[in-house]
């Protein structure tokens, strides 16, 4: 995820840039949206990666690691320390970048929300020669949301397929507890499922109010116009374009709506529940099983 940040790093910021262009006449109504639940939803998510990065230096200094790092004895020395702190620092390098795209992309989708919010306002009381104007911002707005999708929808598939694999890990955690070395080792994988289901739950669910408020601006015209005998054909390709929806997808291959929320939950529980199953079947050892074995074969 880090390296691909980097690659996109110009695309980011030209998102940033078209964002802000595009909400200048609504400068106001931006700068009074509630962003408290953003910088609570940032800070909340970033600071989850601490209790991660203790528990899970304390769960690896207790670990034999002399069993897994090439049969090399590193209990209770210096290189033992070193070791798990160049792992600690590898983990986060890899997590981190994931919850910070999480918080960007919450960023964007919640502006844009608010933009489109905003120019469901503006059909309040709108004259027939005002529509031309809204037609076009709805448009630009539409290319807007289209080029961030072609642009973040890979970033977002692989944010889901990390999420299904934290959900695996936290479910051997109720269905396999001994295969867990202590209370540490299992806290550290809590607090790495929560930290990253938080963020995952918080970009899909912005990714949805989108398409929500997108459907509203649909009401919003249709209800100012049906009780009109006849319509201009800019109201009528207004309607049109409005109906055919506005979303964000996760690879173009699925719109994020929050009825997707619930079948991911759904569809990535069953398969991680089938996994599950299946390495039982195929009797596949555990950790603890791996490590023990190691040991005794080494002494």
């Known amino acids: 995820m880090r390296w691909l940040l980097s690659l996109r790093i110009d695309e980011l910021v030209k998102i940033s840039c078209n964002l802000i262009k595009q909400s200048r006449q609504y400068i106001s109504s931006v700068e009074n949206s509630n962003k408290k639940y953003l910088y609570v939803f940032g800070i909340l998510t970033t600071f989850l990666h601490i209790p991660v990065t203790v528990c899970s230096f304390t ?22 320390w070193i070791l798990v702190t160049i792992l600690i620092i590898v983990q986060e390098l890899l997590v981190l970048p994931l919850n910070t795209f999480a918080i960007y992309y919450t960023t964007v989708c919640h502006h844009l929300k608010v933009l489109m919010t905003n120019l469901g306002k503006s059909l309040n009381n709108t004259r027939d020669s005002e529509y031309d ?24 598939f692989i944010s889901s397929v990390y999420n299904a694999c934290t959900m695996y ?8 507890p001994e295969e867990y070395f202590d209370v540490t ?9 929560s930290s990253n289901y938080l963020s995952y739950m918080g970009l899909t669910l912005s990714a949805s109010l989108l398409h929500e408020a997108s459907e509203e601006l649909w009401f919003k015209l249709h209800r100012a116009l049906m009780s009109r ?15 055919k929806g506005l979303f964000f997808t996760v690879w173009k291959i699925v719109p994020i709506k929050r009825s997707f ?13 089938l996994l599950d199953n299946l390495r039982s079947l195929k009797n596949v050892p555990s950790m603890v099983q791996v490590i023990g074995n190691n040991e005794a074969t080494i002494l």
């Open 59 to 80: 769960a690896l200094l207790k670990m034999r690691l002399k069993a897994q790092m090439f049969f090399i004895h590193f209990t209770n020395s210096v290189y033992l």
């Open 261 to 273: 929320i619930l079948a991911m939950i759904g569809t990535v529980l069953t398969y991680c529940i």
């Open 185 to 193: 080792h299992i806290l550290s994988v809590v607090s790495l499922f």
């Open 133 to 156: 104007r809204i037609y076009k911002e709805y448009v630009s707005m539409r290319n807007l949301v289209t080029y961030i999708d072609e642009q973040l929808s890979f970033l977002v």
């Open 229 to 243: 005998s006849e319509i201009s054909s800019l109201q009528q390709r207004f309607l049109n374009l409005l109906e």
């Open 169 to 176: 890990f936290a479910l051997t955690i109720i269905l396999h």
